[in-house]
């Protein structure tokens, strides 16, 4: 086994975890996750009985 063998089985290995996740990121089970994270921006907040901070002295 050389260092060319090696770099094949990295090759191979790699291309097969791009793949799963690949297969992961586009699967049905994972599009209501998605879907929650992308509109957290978006979340109202509770921040209006919060006192707005004064800020520091120059």
Partial sequence: ??????????TVAGLLCFLGIVGWA???GSK????EAANLPFAEHDDQD????ASPPR
């Fill in 1 to 10: 086994m050389d260092i060319n063998d090696l770099r094949s089985i990295l």
């Fill in 26 to 28: 586009y699967s049905k």
């Fill in 32 to 35: 209501k996750g998605f879907e």
């Fill in 50 to 53: 919060a006192t707005p901070r």
